[in-house]
T-cell receptor, first 114, second 114 residues
Framework: DTGVSQDPRHKITKRGQNVTFRCDPI?????LYWYRQTLGQGPEFLTY????????KSRLLSDRFSAERPKGSFSTLEIQRTEQGDSAMYLC????????????FGPGTRLLVL | GESVGLHLPTLSVQEGDNSIINCAYS??????FIWYKQESGKGPQFIID?????DKRQGQRVTVLLNKTVKHLSLQIAATQPGDSAVYFC?????????????FGKGTLLTVNP
């Protein structure tokens, strides 16, 4: 399978715990994006990387959130001191570096904070 | 400001009928649009895209129409099948130089009755 993959697919945690999600983009794609989706809503942009550089962060990304893409390949999204409001689907997407190219999404990681 | 929205939250059709899903956008600078299909528990799946220099684009059983005058986008699905049942999102990319960020609407739930 050469699509975007995400791990884990589901995560249940207690409030206050830290969680980390991983995304592996399509191999030839330089751009990687994180989105968050809550029930009944469309995905909302969180951040994106061009290779290893994080070029944009949404206001939705509070200081408890951090994303990395250390070698310009896979990316991790960490949430520290999780809150119940962090419960959502976290989606990763990738695209070639050409402007306005289609973003291809992974299956998402569904987070439930108890 | 930027916004992408949908006229109808739900659409129910009979198998074999044609489906039309509508989307309105408010930013006249939007120049690239994508339709995604999202099945329950999965990430958004690319269906078709269209650039602002086009009025119509056809794929396999799907057609996207763009009316820039009224800032309206539609997705037509021919001979709708039960497997087409999903939430459909339109997304906008590229307005105001934000060619890295997709802005999604809320989505339309399409139900295909056998």
């Amino acid at each position: 399978d050469t699509g975007v993959s995400q791990d884990p697919r589901h995560k249940i945690t207690k409030r206050g715990q830290n969680v980390t999600f991983r995304c592996d983009p399509i191999s030839e794609h330089n751009r990687l994006y994180w989105y968050r989706q809550t029930l009944g809503q469309g995905p909302e942009f969180l951040t994106y990387f061009q290779n290893e550089a994080q070029l944009e962060k949404s206001r939705l990304l509070s200081d408890r959130f951090s994303a990395e893409r250390p070698k310009g390949s896979f990316s991790t999204l960490e949430i520290q001191r999780t809150e119940q409001g962090d419960s959502a689907m976290y989606l990763c997407a990738s695209s070639p570096s050409t402007a306005q190219e289609t973003q291809y999404f992974g299956p998402g990681t569904r987070l439930l904070v108890l | 400001g930027e916004s992408v929205g949908l006229h109808l939250p739900t659409l129910s059709v009979q198998e074999g009928d044609n489906s039309i899903i509508n989307c309105a956008y408010s930013n006249s600078a939007s120049d690239y649009f994508i339709w995604y299909k999202q099945e329950s528990g999965k990430g958004p799946q690319f269906i078709i895209d269209i650039r602002s220099n086009m009025d119509k684009r056809q794929g396999q059983r799907v057609t996207v129409l763009l009316n820039k005058t009224v800032k309206h986008l539609s997705l037509q699905i021919a001979a709708t099948q039960p497997g087409d049942s999903a939430v459909y999102f339109c997304a906008e990319n590229g307005s105001g130089g934000s060619n890295y960020k997709l802005t999604f609407g809320k989505g339309t739930l399409l139900t295909v009755n056998p």
